[in-house]
């Protein structure tokens, strides 16, 4: 193996980087969304991070996500939503790239469809 970083992972789609700062700095903290803090960290990890490291944030954004959606943290749900969607979207592309990434988010696609049921549209 070379020592190269592999950025397969980074051609995905860029909806991620677009949406989900505002929406994840909104679940952090709904009274004062730090949208530039969740904008820099998803910088950070775009340009000197690693899938593994990507899909970590991700888990995160899902863990939010699913307590919104049951209740058991508060939080707008519209935001939860379109977190929601963004990561599931990006969770379905990794059926066509090489490596573990499919197989690690099939537990995190469940439960994103299941937070989509209980959060509207």
Known sequence: MSGRRNLTW????????RELPLAVATLRDPEAPPAAAERRRLEHLVLHGTQRAWLRYL?????????????????????????????????????????????RTTSERRALE???SLLPA
């Open 10 to 17: 980074l051609g995905l789609t860029p909806e991620p980087e």
């Open 114 to 116: 299941h937070a989509l």
């Open 59 to 103: 888990a995160e954004v899902t863990s939010l996500v699913t307590a919104v959606a049951a209740g058991t943290r508060p939080g707008d749900r519209r935001a939860a939503r379109l977190a929601a969607e963004v990561v599931l979207d990006h969770h379905r592309m990794l059926i066509g790239l090489p490596g573990p990434g499919w197989d």
